[in-house]
């Protein structure tokens, strides 16, 4: 493993907001009125509030991204799942994460293009302008070998964050011609600490989480055990670069870190001051995982059009965040 770092600025914040704060303090009671006096009441409400990701507006910049692209649909659990496609060659996937949108990686598209390859980027089932309202790691993973079986063996994998867990289990299942590789943006280590974390977050006893993670385990028919990231990595040699913010404060440093040392051949690319997401637009992580995925071949400097589109994106997402100040 071979690690560099870049410098950066601040990071994000989550219930910023007193209507957030207040929503969560009722479910807070809720949950502890609840689950002292019908524990089995509580678990199902947890489990289905665990499963219930919250949608996220798409700013300006991700807009422009997904008109340029042609939309298509990816089937899926007998229903539909919209993706988007950019550029031709050999295929690059986008795997978004938690509460995210394929397009949130859309600075990917570019450079990517631009260096020769096709680019897709999906949303998950309850997540962007997909259909439902509950989701999950596994159905995040469901989703991406759909992908998969409809479009081909990806030349590459790039995921963030709960993406990254969910492209991992399925390298594990799916038997595929060519070893692709892989960029992971900020993975997270274990599933149970999803569990954990939410526990603390709306107030649930442990009694409770674990019952909930049981009701989880019982849907899928798959054990959270199989999705812990350590032992997914021992044996995998995919190539691997894993990217991760030392200011990240929704998946510490220290679980990409652990996970580059365990895969086989891996790299990590270290950065400070973007957090959790604006690493996913960071220039530098973008010339890495551009090296990465074209073996050296192509950069983020080495193509003026590409340059030139990634510059005015992201004026027009500055644009759109000076008018709502």
Avoid at 70 to 88: I, Y
Avoid at 129 to 149: K, M, T
Avoid at 188 to 202: D, G, I, N, Q
């Amino acid at each position: 493993m071979t690690a560099t770092t870049t410098a950066r600025n601040s990071t994000t914040v989550r219930f910023d907001s007193l209507a957030q704060r207040v929503a969560l303090e009722g479910v807070r009671l809720g949950f502890r009125a609840l689950s002292a006096t019908a524990p089995s009441l509580a678990t199902i409400a947890a489990e289905s509030l665990f499963r219930r990701p919250r949608r996220h507006r798409r700013p300006a910049w991700e807009r422009a991204i997904v008109e340029l692209g042609a939309r298509s649909s990816v089937a899926h659990a007998g229903a539909t799942l919209p993706a988007w496609s950019f550029g031709d060659g050999p295929l690059v996937v986008l795997v978004h994460g938690w509460e995210g949108r394929g397009s949130q990686l859309g600075a990917h598209v570019a450079p990517l293009v631009a260096a020769g390859y096709r680019v897709l980027f999906f949303d998950a089932p309850g997540h962007g302008d997909a259909e439902g309202d509950r989701s999950s790691v596994i159905e995040i993973a469901q989703a991406l070998r759909s992908v998969i079986d409809q479009f081909g063996a990806p030349h590459a994998i790039i995921a963030h964050s709960v993406g990254c867990v969910a492209s991992t289990f399925v390298l594990g299942r799916a038997a595929l011609p060519v070893a692709p590789k892989l960029v992971f943006y900020a993975p997270p280590l274990s599933p149970r600490r999803f569990t954990e974390h939410f526990a603390r977050v709306v107030g649930v006893p442990e009694d409770v989480r674990a019952s909930m993670a049981r009701r989880v385990e019982a849907r899928y028919g798959i054990a959270l055990s199989e999705l812990e990231m350590l032992s997914a990595a021992r044996g995998r040699s995919e190539p691997l670069l894993v990217v991760h913010d030392q200011h990240d404060s929704d998946v510490p440093l220290a679980s990409g870190q652990a996970l580059a040392r365990e895969w086989t051949g891996a790299r990590l690319h270290a950065t400070a001051g973007l957090g959790h997401r604006r690493i996913l637009r960071d220039r530098r992580s973008l010339d890495a995982a551009l090296r990465h995925v074209t073996d050296g071949r192509a950069t983020i400097e080495s193509n003026s059009e590409e340059k030139a589109l990634f510059r005015e994106l992201f004026e027009r997402e500055q644009r759109s965040v000076d008018q709502r100040k």
